[in-house]
C-alpha cells in the first residue's frame, strides 16, 4: 500500500476541521481543490462525513430490546454447532489436504 504524500498528510491532519465548517476560507478552498483531484482523499472525506453524520444522529434510546431466554439459547446452539464444525474441520485437514477437497 502507498503512503499518501506530504499534501494528502496535510489535508488529512485538517479534514475534520473542514468537515465541520472551522477552517478559514483560504484554507477551506486548499483542501477543497485537493479533494476535487484526489480520489483516495475524497473517498476518507466522503467516509468520515458519513460517520460523523451517523454519531450526530445516534440516539441510545434507539438499542433493541433484550433477546428472549429462547431466542439467546438458540443463538448459543448455533454458535456452538458453528464452533464444533470449525473444530471438526480442522482436524480433518492435514498438510494441506482437507476431507471436503475432492479435486486431489
Do not use: K
Amino acid at each position: 500500500m502507498n503512503e499518501p504524500s506530504e499534501v494528502c498528510r496535510q489535508v488529512l491532519d485538517r479534514l475534520s476541521d473542514y468537515l465541520d465548517g472551522e477552517l478559514a476560507p483560504e484554507a477551506a478552498a486548499e483542501v477543497q481543490r485537493h479533494l476535487q483531484m484526489c480520489i483516495s482523499c475524497l473517498a476518507f472525506a466522503q467516509a468520515l462525513r458519513r460517520t460523523i453524520d451517523r454519531c450526530r444522529h445516534y440516539r441510545p434510546e434507539a438499542r433493541p430490546r433484550p433477546l428472549s431466554p429462547s431466542s439467546r439459547a438458540q443463538l448459543l446452539r448455533a454458535w456452538q454447532t458453528a464452533l464444533a464444525g470449525r473444530r471438526n474441520s480442522n482436524r480433518q485437514c492435514g498438510e494441506g489436504y482437507c476431507a471436503e477437497d475432492t479435486t486431489r
